[in-house]
C-alpha cells in the first residue's frame, strides 16, 4: 500500500484545503493539481476524481467557504440608509483579517492573471453577492447599482491591499470605511443617471 489516502469525505476535504492554500500562496497559475495531490497526500487523478480540472478546484474552494464573500450579502439586513456603511465596513474586515485578506488577494491576483479563474469568480460574485444586494434594493437598476458599489468596492481594494497604493494604505480601516461607505451608498440608493 502506498500511504495515499482513499476517495473519502475526508480525503475530499483534504484536497480542498490543500488547493485553498495553494491558491492563496501561489495564486491561480501557480497552483497545479499533482502540487495539490502532494500536498494533501493523494494522487492526482483522485483531485480530477473529486473536483474534475483546476477550474473546478478553484470554484469549490470559492463556493466551499474559503473565500467567504458571501458574508457580504448578510450587510443588507438592516436599513436600506446604513446599507453602504455596513456592506463596505463588512468587506474592510475580511480584508484586514489576515487569513481571510491573504485568500482575497490570491483570488485578485488569480481573476487578474486568468481568464477561466475569472469566469468562475464572475459567476461567483453574480450569485452569492450581486444577486442578495439586489434583492434588498427597492429601486431602478438594482443591478446596475449592486454592480457599480461591487466594482469600487474591487477597485478599492486591489489598490489598498494589493497594489498597496499611497496614501490609501495609511488609512485606519474605520477612515477608510468612512471615506468609501457615502459612494457605495450612492451607487446602491442615491440619484444615478440610469
Avoid: N
Avoid at 34 to 58: C, E, I, Q, T, Y
Avoid at 68 to 75: E, H
Avoid at 93 to 99: A, G, N
Amino acid at each position: 500500500m502506498s500511504g495515499r489516502r482513499p476517495g473519502s469525505p475526508q480525503t475530499r476535504e483534504a484536497i480542498l484545503d490543500a488547493g485553498l492554500r495553494a491558491f492563496t500562496e501561489s495564486g491561480y497559475a501557480g497552483t497545479t493539481i499533482r502540487a495539490v495531490a502532494r500536498a494533501a497526500g493523494v494522487d492526482p487523478a483522485l483531485v480530477m476524481h473529486f473536483f474534475g480540472s483546476k477550474d473546478g478546484l478553484f470554484e469549490a474552494a470559492i463556493r466551499g467557504g474559503g473565500i467567504p464573500l458571501r458574508s457580504l450579502s448578510d450587510a443588507a439586513d438592516g436599513d436600506v440608509e446604513g446599507l453602504g456603511r455596513r456592506v463596505v465596513a463588512r468587506y474592510v474586515s475580511l480584508w484586514e483579517d489576515p487569513e481571510t485578506g491573504a485568500r482575497l488577494h490570491a483570488v485578485m491576483s488569480s481573476v487578474a492573471a486568468s481568464p477561466a479563474a475569472a469566469d468562475l469568480f464572475k459567476e461567483f460574485v453574480r450569485s452569492e453577492v450581486i444577486q442578495p444586494l439586489v434583492k434588498r434594493l427597492d429601486v431602478g437598476s438594482p443591478e446596475t447599482r449592486a454592480i457599480l458599489a461591487g466594482s469600487h468596492l474591487m477597485g478599492v481594494a486591489f489598490a489598498r491591499y494589493v497594489v498597496r497604493i499611497e496614501p490609501l494604505v495609511s488609512l485606519s480601516p474605520e477612515e477608510l470605511i468612512s471615506c468609501v461607505a457615502p459612494a457605495v451608498q450612492r451607487y446602491l440608493t442615491g440619484d444615478l443617471p440610469i
